[in-house]
């Protein structure tokens, strides 16, 4: 098959016409994969960033760390097809999608797998795409997220965007209609393709990149003596060298910390004073530096074992505010982009990221959780232990749902009235006193 009628192909909004997702004959997660400059960098497919970049930006452990949190806070929220009824939205798990998003996206990877890497490649590239395979009748049968490294964006006269996918080095593309992909965007500014988080904080990424690399070479690296061997005679090249020789042999190393030194006639020890890194401020800088990818990327700090400033309740409220700022907003984002890209015209329908995952590791937060929507009559005992995946219990009442009243009664039921004696007012047969009078 061509390219011109394979691209015809996969422009074709037939739904009879089956489309199967192509697979990159290469990985950037495989050595010597990729585009290879001049350089020794590898080219991202219409972009100006090489994959060098990113891959020092997660080198950096702090900006890794708030990669990991977000990737795997969104894979961790179970993903459901929902359907709006007129009593309210249940889930829609006769439909075939359904599988797909909640268990299986496609024939190698898992939900959490392929949102987990969806999710990793909009914190690092600031676009996520996924292209949907299409079955015999026109259903969504898997999908298959694409390397951002190889997409190219492109805004069409029509207003509508064409994805370019290259799927062999050198090799012209194929061409993705944009009813084809998913696309989940970082922060943008052009609103069709997002903005590359580590250029916005390219400064700050780099001196951490710095800061590391120092730490590195100071270990591996140091030249500095700790010692210098001092005589006050003339001393051959030949015999400084040997006494060298013998000083590092007798005293270099751990095994050899401690040892007696015994000296020649007229030869002295002079250590030298080294500039420690904690009089150069480097715990701090790192600290801070910490401190700042966190800010950027909406994370606490206790999250990424930043804890410098920590104490159990700012945890705790850092915590919630995770939950509902920058959690949430990527909810938000992955949740709108996949409704967008498989339900466009289907307006009953929606994908839900259940945000109650969360709770899945609080025993005691999910009880408090269960009691408060109990109490309100929104929760009957069997829907908690549907919730929890406990098998029903065929017991009466289990079914019900219940309010407070005076004692725990059944929604619906009327209250009983209770008479109520009206009581005596203690100062009526009392006489006024000559005072009052």
Partial sequence: MTI????????????????????PAFSFSNSGGGIRLLSGDVAIYGGGLSETEVEQSLAVSAF???????????????????????????????????????????EYQSSWDARCQMAMHCCTYGNSYAVKEYDGAGNVKAIWPLHPALINVQLLKNN???????????????????????HIKYLSDNGYTGV????????????????????????????KPAVVLTTSQPIPQEAADKMRQQW???????SN???????????AVAPIAAQTNESSQLVELRTLLTQQIARAMRVPNSLIGEDSRSTYSN?????????????????????????????????????????????????????????????????SPSDV?????????????????????????????????????????????????????
């Fill in 248 to 254: 590092e042999t007798m005293h270099r190393g751990a």
């Fill in 315 to 379: 945890a705790e409220q850092a915590q919630l505010n995770w939950l509902s700022g920058g959690l949430s907003a990527w909810v938000e984002r992955f949740e709108s982009a996949f409704n967008m890209g498989l339900l466009r015209g289907k307006p009953k329908k929606y994908v839900q990221l259940d945000v109650r995952g969360v709770l899945r590791g609080d025993s005691q937060a999910r009880a408090s959780f269960y009691s408060s929507l109990f109490s309100l009559g929104a929760l």
């Fill in 196 to 223: 590359v988080p580590a250029h916005l904080m390219q400064t700050c990424i780099a001196a951490a990149r710095q800061v590391d690399l120092y730490v590195n070479n100071f270990f591996a690296n140091e030249a």
């Fill in 160 to 182: 509508r965007l064409a994805y370019d996918y290259m799927t062999h080095p050198g090799q012209d593309g194929v061409r993705y209609s944009q009813d084809d992909i998913i």
């Fill in 4 to 23: 011109r009628s394979r691209i015809a192909s996969f422009i074709d909004p037939s739904p009879k016409d089956e489309r199967a997702a192509p697979r």
């Fill in 257 to 267: 910390a401690g040892r007696t030194a015994v000296l020649p006639n007229g030869v």
């Fill in 385 to 437: 232990r549907a919730l929890e995946d406990l098998p029903p219990v065929d017991q009466p009442g289990m079914d019900k749902y219940y309010l407070p009243t005076n004692n725990v009664g059944e929604v619906g039921e009327e209250a009983q009235e209770t008479e109520t004696q009206p009581q005596a007012n203690p100062f009526e047969d009392e006489e006024p006193t000559d005072e009052e009078s």
């Fill in 64 to 106: 890794h760390a708030c990669v990991r949190v977000i990737a795997e806070g969104v894979a961790g929220l179970p993903m459901k097809l929902m359907k709006k009824e007129r009593d309210g939205a249940v889930p829609d798990d006769n439909n075939p999608l359904y599988n797909v998003l909640a268990n299986r996206f496609n």
